[in-house]
T-cell receptor, first 114, second 115 residues
Framework: AQSVTQPDIHITVSEGASLELRCNYSYGATPYLFWYVQSPGQGLQLLLKYFSGDTLVQGIKGFEAEFKRSQSSFNLRKPSVHWSDAAEYFCAVGAPNAGNMLTFGGGTRLMVKP | DAGVIQSPRHEVTEMGQEVTLRCKPISGHDYLFWYRQTMMRGLELLIYFNNNVPIDDSGMPEDRFSAKMPNASFSTLKIQPSEPRDSAVYFC?????????????FGPGTRLTVT
């Protein structure tokens, strides 16, 4: 069975600084990988996804993520954080033989300092 | 499309009462998922359906919880009797199978408070 670990529960960055949120997964083959964002009081919104091909994927709101098979990682990055990026971020993994079920990480709460 | 629709958005009830949460998935989606989110346990998958058939209900906490999907456009999650520890935000999500795992679209959630 697949699993996802987000090592950082909380991260605080200054507005304008760069951001990297870590995600490590466990799965025997190439997984399908996702990053979601949840603003306070809202549902989860997809930022980006990786199925195959180019290992650097671009998403909405200026986010990108890089799939590194050798490290079993799919870290999320943004070059310059805005105050509106303060939210909780979830990494998720899906497997081709698991229907459309996704396994979510525990989430990373991002706080942005002015 | 209006997205995944959940009702009610907020529910406050007393312990022992029956609670029914409702979900309308995106039209054409053939998978539907129910999740529960709490501070202590994070996001938990409770049950999911494929073509209206329950596939995996191993995440349902106990017999007090039940879920149904009578047709492709409607699902319910029922708690009877409710307990204070059921207080959480319940999300419904739907997706379309394209030969493998694909994006799930989440509703806005129902915040349940059991007093």
């Amino acid at each position: 069975a697949q699993s996802v670990t987000q090592p950082d529960i909380h991260i605080t960055v200054s507005e304008g600084a760069s951001l990297e949120l870590r995600c490590n997964y466990s799965y025997g083959a190439t997984p399908y990988l996702f990053w979601y964002v949840q603003s306070p009081g809202q549902g989860l919104q997809l930022l980006l996804k990786y199925f195959s091909g180019d290992t650097l994927v671009q998403g909405i709101k200026g986010f990108e993520a890089e799939f590194k098979r050798s490290q079993s990682s799919f870290n999320l990055r943004k070059p310059s954080v805005h105050w509106s990026d303060a939210a909780e971020y979830f990494c998720a993994v899906g497997a081709p033989n698991a229907g459309n079920m996704l396994t979510f990480g525990g989430g990373t709460r991002l706080m942005v300092k002015p | 499309d209006a997205g995944v629709i959940q009702s009610p958005r907020h529910e406050v009830t007393e312990m022992g009462q029956e609670v029914t949460l409702r979900c309308k998935p995106i039209s054409g989606h053939d998978y539907l998922f129910w999740y529960r989110q709490t501070m202590m346990r994070g996001l938990e998958l409770l049950i999911y359906f494929n073509n209206n058939v329950p596939i995996d209900d191993s995440g349902m906490p106990e017999d007090r919880f039940s879920a149904k999907m009578p047709n492709a456009s409607f699902s319910t999650l029922k708690i009877q009797p409710s307990e204070p520890r059921d207080s959480a935000v319940y999300f419904c999500a739907s997706s379309f199978a394209r030969g493998g795992a694909d994006e799930q679209y989440f509703g806005p959630g129902t915040r349940l408070t059991v007093t």
